[in-house]
């Protein structure tokens, strides 16, 4: 089926306003008699609070408010559990935490302050890694708890002693990932209002998830939540990241103006941002996996430990996420797997981009090179024989049979695009010089939505105005993904208008829908389920009112090009004379679309279930060169195939797997948050290092539509994808290339190079 609007590269709708910089950022607001807040972060990762004196700092002229745990009325929040502390209170947990606040005339007085504050510490003994963290004997971080365990996922399919008995080959490996910061652009600014707009506290800036932040400011404020209003402002990068240490800021900042009366603006230096902003988890994988001679999958065991730090931020959701998409996409009759969440007292992990399948699929991608070498059959092979194709069923035990299960052709149009069969045998050959060419791939299924993470629905308000003009009010965040020109579309689509006439508001609390947040690849599926509906109900209010108008027969009235038309081609009225005329006439030209996804199932005991309605299918392949005396990396190409269901915007799609694979290109070969004992040794962008432009490899990006019977116009998800595949692609490249495995990531100089990582903080 044919599209006017949808399924085009439509230019981006803010696309104006951020080149010419008019865009408003949460850093950018000032109000009347504001007040600029720091936070004085703890000196220790893990120690007693004895003592703060407070009292040269609240002597500082043009000091205003001073805060320690004492004076937040509510001193524990958290979208999951709530351990996470506003102000460390009896003890720090980690070196981010923040022990007291202030507030003053201007950020130069209060970062005096901040010096003047005196802390009395007693250092105690940390725990800093999770394997030593899961040990029956280890001390519990947290006083209330038995033990450091957040949380376990198993997963039973079959019987793997039995499947591990009928192999020919088994193999068992370990595979580790690190500690990795989203490196947004723009660090966290919040800016709080007290009593404005008959609420407590509008709140403004650069927030993730406007509802999460709500929540939390609400539950710290002790307070209805009617009485907070988040406005979510454009944002600088977020990747998962702006979520939780947005609801601390905003909750800090919000007890700050209600203490002082006066608007309080708190924003993060980078040094800052790295301190206090969680990361993404590190892992520690352990596979087993049993096969034929001939390469058919027979039982594979896992158990996959994270590292959750001093809170237990997403982890529940994040290894459950690992654990339905550990064994990746194969079919596989006996599976065994455990994924835990462990506290230690280093920098807490939550959301980011990928989610929990970046370490695992790194960990079965390469899983299935070695395992082909081991067997000597190509790695494409051994892939198509095991992959899931329409009729599969999971290792959850869910039957793949409403939707396309595309992943032999994404896999072929990428091989095809890249060469890779050619490149394959031409690289397996000796190579004689220094630097040497390896091709590697890797593919995986997502689940789209949350899943069986909770409930799914999103709804959206559409409004048209007497002139004929449109305001989208969504609950759903742009995060800098192109929600809103996506979602314009959608209307533009069922309306018959020009994207022009669209206006997508910010979000804000006050008036739009709840909807939960904009992660987990959800957004153009649920909330574009959303926007649609309300689109297509407006289309029938304009249907009845001008069939009545015109007497014509509501089927043969067709909405286009700004036009009302009979379906035999014949002009009724533009659609503003329409309006205007529906306006006179009393007609209620707004509405209230809805979805709520379909149902999912979940066995907490056993991981048997349908945890996602659809999923997505991508295959990534990566070129590489590896100077073998230098250890250097270079990625040449990369080719990313992705089904997306259908394209609502392709260009915008392109654009999401461009950004995907230079990010994963960073979490493969670059990218290490170094901490030593709980203490973060990297900073600043001067030591942790991301990609630039001359980085950037040539990327060849390949849209598959196969339209989902769920998604609006077919729609499903790219976010997200296109980072996870990546990091496995590259390293199986580099594998080639060397003739070494790497089984630790970053694949940085001193790995490639002499087989272990150098940092700071010693040898690892």
């Known amino acids: 089926m044919g599209y006017d609007k949808v399924n085009k590269s439509a230019k981006r709708v803010d696309a104006y306003e951020k080149v010419t910089g008019r865009a408003k950022f949460g850093a950018d607001h000032y109000f009347h008699n504001m007040l600029y807040a720091k936070v004085l972060m703890s000196d220790y990762p893990h120690a007693e609070i004895l003592d703060i004196d407070v009292k040269q700092a609240r002597e500082l002229p043009g000091v205003k408010a001073v805060l320690t745990a004492d004076n937040i009325p509510n001193n524990e929040f958290g979208v999951i559990i709530e351990n996470q502390q506003v102000l460390a209170k009896e003890k720090t947990m980690y070196i981010g935490d923040g022990v007291a606040l202030v507030a003053a005339e201007s950020k130069k007085i209060a970062k005096r302050a901040l010096e003047l504050i005196e802390v009395e510490y007693k250092e105690l003994e940390g725990v800093y890694d999770p394997l030593v963290a899961r040990k029956a004997d280890a001390k519990s971080i947290h006083a209330d708890l038995d033990n450091n365990q957040v949380v376990h996922h198993p997963l039973r399919k079959g019987d793997v002693k039995e499947g591990f008995a009928k192999a020919d080959v088994i193999l068992e490996r370990e595979y580790t990932t690190q500690f990795i910061e989203h490196s947004y652009i723009e660090p966290e600014s919040i800016v709080v209002v007290p009593y404005e707009r008959n609420c407590l506290v509008s709140i403004y800036g650069s927030i993730q998830n406007p509802y999460a932040t709500r929540d939390a400011v609400a539950s710290v404020l002790q307070t209805d939540l009617s009485n907070v209003r988040v406005n979510q402002n454009n944002m600088g990068g977020a990747f998962g990241g702006k979520d939780e240490n947005m609801s601390s800021m905003a909750a800090r900042a919000a007890v700050l103006a209600l203490e002082t009366e006066r608007p309080i603006k708190m924003v993060n230096s980078r040094e800052e941002s790295m301190l206090e902003s969680y990361k993404r988890h590190p892992y520690s994988l352990q596979y087993k996996v049993g096969a034929s001679e001939d390469g058919e999958l027979l039982a594979m065991e896992i158990e996959a430990v994270a590292d959750s730090g001093a809170y237990a931020c997403q982890t529940p959701f994040v290894t459950w996420r690992s654990v339905v998409q550990a064994t990746g996409p194969y079919e596989i009759p006996n599976v065994k797997t455990d994924t835990y969440g462990f506290y230690t007292n280093n920098v807490y992990t939550g959301a980011m981009r990928g989610y929990g399948s970046p370490p695992t699929i790194f960990a079965q991608e390469s899983l299935m090179d070695e395992l082909a070498q081991e067997l000597d059959i190509k790695p494409d092979e051994l892939r198509k024989k095991n992959m899931y194709r329409n009729g599969s ?31 394959y045998n031409k690289y397996s050959n000796d190579q004689p ?22 409930v799914d629905a999103a709804g959206a308000i559409v409004s048209i105005q007497k002139d004929g ?18 979602f314009s579309q959608m209307v533009a689509e069922e309306l018959g208008v020009s994207l022009d006439s669209i206006n997508y508001m910010e979000v804000d609390t006050s008036v739009a829908p709840e909807s939960g947040s904009t992660v987990a690849s959800r957004s153009t599926l649920v909330g574009g389920n959303a926007v649609k509906d309300a689109a297509v109900k407006l289309k029938g209010i304009i249907k009845e009112f001008t069939a009545k108008e015109y007497d014509l027969a509501e089927e043969n009235i067709i909405l286009q090009d700004d036009y009302l038309y009979t379906t035999a081609g014949e002009k009724i009225a533009s659609f503003k004379e329409i309006i205007s005329q529906a306006y006179g006439s009393g007609v209620f030209l707004s509405a209230y679309g809805w979805y709520q996804s379909p149902d999912i199932s979940w066995d907490e005991e056993t991981g048997q279930g349908s945890p996602y309605f659809t999923y997505v299918y991508g295959c990534q392949i990566a070129e590489v060169e590896v100077d073998t005396g230098t250890g250097q990396v270079d990625v040449l190409n990369m080719t990313a195939a992705h089904d997306v269901g259908k394209a609502i915007n392709p260009a915008n799609v392109r654009g999401q797997i461009y950004g995907g694979v230079v990010m994963a290109m960073g979490h493969c070969i670059m990218e290490d948050l170094e901490t030593e004992n709980g203490y973060i040794k990297t900073t600043n962008f001067d030591e942790y290092l991301i990609p630039t432009a001359k980085d950037i490899p040539d990327i060849t990006p390949i849209i598959v539509e196969n339209p989902d019977p769920d998604g609006p116009y077919g729609a499903k998800s790219i976010g997200e994808p296109t980072l996870e595949l990546g990091s496995a692609a590259i390293s199986n490249a580099v594998a080639q290339a060397t003739g070494k495995r790497i089984r630790d990531l970053p694949l940085n100089l001193e790995r490639v190079l002499i087989g272990r990582s150098l940092s700071k903080g010693g040898n690892k």
């Open 433 to 454: 010089c220094d630097k040497k060419r390896g091709i590697g791939m890797s593919i995986s299924f997502r689940g789209v939505s949350l899943g069986a993470e909770g």
């Open 393 to 423: 069923v999971t290792a959850s035990g869910q039957k793949l049979n409403k939707h396309e299960v595309s992943l032999k052709q994404v896999m072929s149009e990428a091989m095809e695009a890249i060469d890779y069969q050619e490149k």
């Open 469 to 486: 003009s449109l305001i989208i009010h969504g609950a759903l965040a742009e995060n800098g993904q192109g929600l809103k020109t996506v």
